[in-house]
Structure formats: structure tokens, C-alpha cells
């Protein structure tokens, strides 16, 4: 089974691209799709959900794991983004994580054509990753138990994730709660370059994690300034990376030349300089050491320093 929580509406029976009460989704193995049929109680869900993410127990008996949420861009369909959510569990169990992925669903349309209406609905829905999803973990948490949560955002993504946090911490009910992200990792992440700074604009997301991972990739054409229709007239973190000024939590992983010396085995993958990345059992090691923590940043073996910058070992 695989699980989701999806904030769309329902349209005769199936989802549809618009913003609607959020449904907790258990995804059978051989589903090539997400159904509103899916839907399972909210208690169910984070119930499964726990019980998988548990790993161990401490001396104290309480559960120890890991969830990794995973939040996908702008133009996916449910069912590339049921595929992303798969690759991204497979790939991870194949190396050692025994932790719970879930996914969430927000609203996007699957043309690039409705990338500001996209924009509009990712902003109206991204408290829900908290409210609905963050927030419910932590209270588990709150309860005994020592699970760490995680979030890996891809795209527009990235902008859910930010303005979640940045929406939650303006909401007293949901800022007074105790919860915080353990590791974040933003791939192709759609969102600008200057805002990713120590700036108000993205304060929330650095108070809320214990560690911001951003791979960026130079050869990244979906976010290249000359697509300004799609993605505005500033750089893209995706594209040129964390600023300057992200705080000393922030690391920024050059996936570059390991996309330049590979773009041939990513040939069947659309947009591959922008997707690639479901695709790289080289990614998703790093992802799975970085979700690790035993051993520091900057000396995770899947990257390279070269003057002072890290990057993904080609």
C-alpha cells in the first residue's frame, strides 16, 4: 500500500484540479491512479502510517522511525506523481531506509499553461501540509513517540513547503504547537533565489528544520530566466542555488556536472534536466544519507567539494 492525503476537489467521482477538503488516501500496490474510492479514515491513515514508520523501540519503549514526505510541482498528473512517490519509496527501501513516504497531493493542473493558477492553488492549499499532515505527525510525537519527519520537495513544491510553514507560523493555533522537520531537501525548487535568503519570506522554513538540503542544477531549462512566463524574472534556487545569505542550516548540493556526464541515461525522462532526479539511484543515496544524520554535511560520500562548493559525485 502506498499512502497520500490530497487536497483537490472531486468531480464526478474522480479528483479534479481545483482546491477541496483534504481525503486520506490508502493507495493499493496494483492502483495506476488516485480515486476518491481510496479514501480511509483520517486516524486510520496516520495509524498505518506510524506503524510503518516505526523502526525500532528505545530501552523506554517508545517507536523510533522516520516519514518522509513528498511534495510534487506544478503540471503532474496524479498519476506521475503516484510514480514519483513510488520511485522515490522503492529507491530508498532498496538501500536500507525502513521508514514510512508518504505524499502530499495538492492541486495541480497538467498543463504548463496553468502554471499562475497552479501558483494560486499550491498558496491556498499549502497550510494543509501542516494542518493536515505535519501537524498530526507531531502530535504523535507529542504522545511518546520519537519518529522524525522529513519533507523532500520537488518544483513548485518548494513553494508549498515554504508558504506552509510560512502560513502556519502566522496561525496562532497551529504556530503553538511544538513541531519541526528534521531534514528538508528541495530539488528543482521552484521558487526565487533572493527569497531563500535569511528573509522574512522564508524565516518559518529554517526556524522549522534542523537541516535545509537545496540541489540545484545549472542545466535546469524548465527554470531558466528565459521561461519568465512560468516561473517570474528572478533565478530559481533550483537552477543557481541558495544565496549568500542562507543561514550556516542551509547546504547547497550542485547536481550539475553528475546531470551533464549522465543526461544520456535520463533520455526517456521528459523535461530530464528539471525530473532526473526520481530517476538517480546517486540522488536518492544522498537523500537517504542525508536522511540518515550520522555523518556531517559536507562529508556525505555521494558529494564532492571543489573550491568550497559541493556537488553530486558524477
Known amino acids: 500500500m502506498d499512502y497520500v492525503?490530497?487536497?483537490?476537489?472531486?468531480?464526478?467521482?474522480?479528483?479534479?484540479?481545483?482546491?477541496?477538503?483534504?481525503?486520506?488516501?490508502e493507495v493499493p500496490a496494483n492502483a495506476g491512479n488516485l480515486s476518491p474510492d481510496m479514501t480511509i479514515p483520517r486516524r486510520d491513515w496516520f495509524d498505518r502510517v506510524m506503524a510503518i514508520a516505526e523502526t525500532r523501540r528505545t530501552p523506554q519503549n517508545?517507536?523510533?522511525?522516520?516519514?518522509?514526505?513528498?511534495?510534487?510541482?506544478?503540471?503532474?498528473?496524479q498519476a506521475l506523481t503516484l510514480a514519483r512517490h513510488r520511485a522515490i519509496r522503492k529507491g530508498l527501501e532498496a538501500l536500507g531506509y525502513a521508514g514510512a513516504v508518504v505524499s502530499y497531493d495538492w492541486p495541480a493542473a497538467e498543463t504548463a499553461l496553468n502554471y499562475l493558477d497552479d501558483r494560486t492553488d499550491a498558496k491556498l492549499t499549502a497550510l494543509r501540509l501542516v494542518s493536515?499532515?505535519?501537524?498530526?505527525?507531531?502530535?504523535?510525537?507529542?504522545?511518546?513517540?520519537?519518529?522524525?519527519?522529513?519533507?523532500l520537495a520537488h518544483s513548485m513544491g518548494a513553494f508549498v513547503l515554504r508558504e506552509a510553514l510560512d502560513d502556519a507560523d502566522d496561525r496562532r493555533e497551529v504556530a503553538a504547537t511544538g513541531w519541526t522537520l528534521n531534514q528538508v531537501m528541495i530539488a528543482a525548487g521552484d521558487v526565487s533565489v533572493d527569497s531563500m535568503g535569511m528573509t522574512a519570506k522564508s524565516s518559518s522554513l529554517y526556524r522549522r528544520s534542523v537541516r535545509l538540503t537545496n540541489y540545484s542544477n545549472p542545466y535546469d531549462a524548465v527554470l531558466s530566466i528565459s521561461n519568465v512566463k512560468r516561473v517570474g524574472v528572478s533565478p530559481r534556487v533550483g537552477r543557481i542555488g541558495l544565496p549568500a545569505d542562507a543561514p550556516r542550516k542551509a547546504v547547497n548540493v550542485d547536481v550539475g556536472i553528475y546531470y551533464d556526464e549522465h543526461r544520456d541515461a535520463f533520455a526517456q525522462v521528459t523535461n530530464s534536466d528539471h525530473a532526473f532526479y526520481f530517476s538517480s539511484r546517486e540522488f536518492l543515496k544522498d537523500v537517504y544519507l542525508t536522511l540518515l544524520g550520522e555523518i556531517d554535511r559536507n562529508v556525505i560520500p555521494t558529494r564532492l567539494e571543489r573550491d568550497g562548493k559541493l556537488y553530486l559525485r558524477p
Open 5 to 25: 492525503f490530497c487536497s483537490r476537489n472531486v468531480v464526478q467521482g474522480k479528483f479534479g484540479s481545483n482546491p477541496g477538503p483534504t481525503r486520506y488516501l
Open 132 to 151: 493536515d499532515g505535519i501537524g498530526p505527525l507531531s502530535r504523535y510525537i507529542a504522545q511518546g513517540c520519537e519518529i522524525s519527519v522529513h519533507a
Open 62 to 77: 517508545r517507536p523510533v522511525g522516520d516519514v518522509l514526505i513528498y511534495i510534487h510541482g506544478f503540471n503532474v498528473s
